[in-house]
T-cell receptor, first 119, second 107 residues
Framework: NAGVTQTPKFRVLKTGQSMTLLCAQDMNHEYMYWYRQDPGMGLRLIHY???????AKGEVPDGYNVSRLKKQNFLLGLESAAPSQTSVYFC??????????????????FGPGTRLTVT | AQRVTQPEKLLSVFKGAPVELKCNYSYSGSPELFWYVQYSRQRLQLLLRHISRESIKGFTADLNKGETSFHLKKPFAQEEDSAMYYCALNAGNMLTFGGGTRLMVKP
């Protein structure tokens, strides 16, 4: 049981390049999330998904796209990387709340993070 | 809109001293609050949630709706408590995190 894994662990991009970050979970969780972590700003939600085939915008979605084609995978794409996207990216997953009620989250399980530098 | 504020970026205490990491929130709904912790070279993980009213690793946190606070406390800090601590608020299907407080416990 690997939990939440992220690929790659590190990446350096040049401005304008594109890339995809992969998040995979083996816990059969419905919900998945992508965050970015910047010094002094905590974790900010980029996009999230409440189930296979669904995605929604979080707090800082601009410049990113996501897809959830399979329940266990959540992909984060940068179409044209910018230096402002230099950050550590975390993926997380969770079950929905008891009875599937919105706003009743179980614990979020986090991946190890991807350190991205855009030059 | 919801907001979580952790006023201290860094908190440094000596081993055995009491610790209080502050967290204030603003939210129009009924709040559900959490503390997450990230030890060096480890993943972010849940420390405790207010609805459980439990003590984990000697830490407790009480939700004070009047003061809109959820401060994390421990009576006697240990060196292994050194970590990054994040307060988080459940807002619908997502968590809103504070900026984090780095706790350093000196020997």
């Amino acid at each position: 049981n690997a939990g939440v894994t992220q690929t790659p662990k590190f990446r350096v991009l040049k401005t304008g390049q594109s890339m995809t970050l992969l998040c995979a979970q083996d816990m059969n969780h419905e919900y998945m999330y992508w965050y970015r972590q910047d010094p002094g700003m905590g974790l900010r939600l980029i996009h999230y998904s409440v189930g296979e085939g669904t995605t929604a915008k979080g707090e800082v979605p601009d410049g990113y796209n996501v897809s959830r084609l399979k329940k266990q995978n959540f992909l984060l794409g940068l179409e044209s990387a910018a230096p402002s996207q230099t950050s550590v990216y975390f993926c997380a997953s969770s079950y929905p709340g008891q009875g599937g009620l919105a706003g009743d989250l179980y614990e979020q399980y986090f991946g190890p993070g991807t350190r991205l530098t855009v030059t | 809109a919801q907001r979580v504020t952790q006023p201290e970026k860094l908190l440094s205490v000596f081993k055995g001293a009491p610790v209080e990491l502050k967290c204030n929130y603003s939210y129009s709904g009924s709040p559900e609050l959490f503390w997450y912790v990230q030890y060096s070279r480890q993943r972010l993980q849940l420390l405790l949630r207010h609805i459980s009213r439990e003590s984990i690793k000697g830490f407790t946190a009480d939700l004070n709706k009047g003061e809109t606070s959820f401060h994390l406390k421990k009576p006697f800090a240990q060196e292994e408590d050194s970590a990054m601590y994040y307060c988080a608020l459940n807002a619908g299907n997502m968590l809103t995190f504070g900026g984090g407080t780095r706790l350093m416990v000196k020997p």
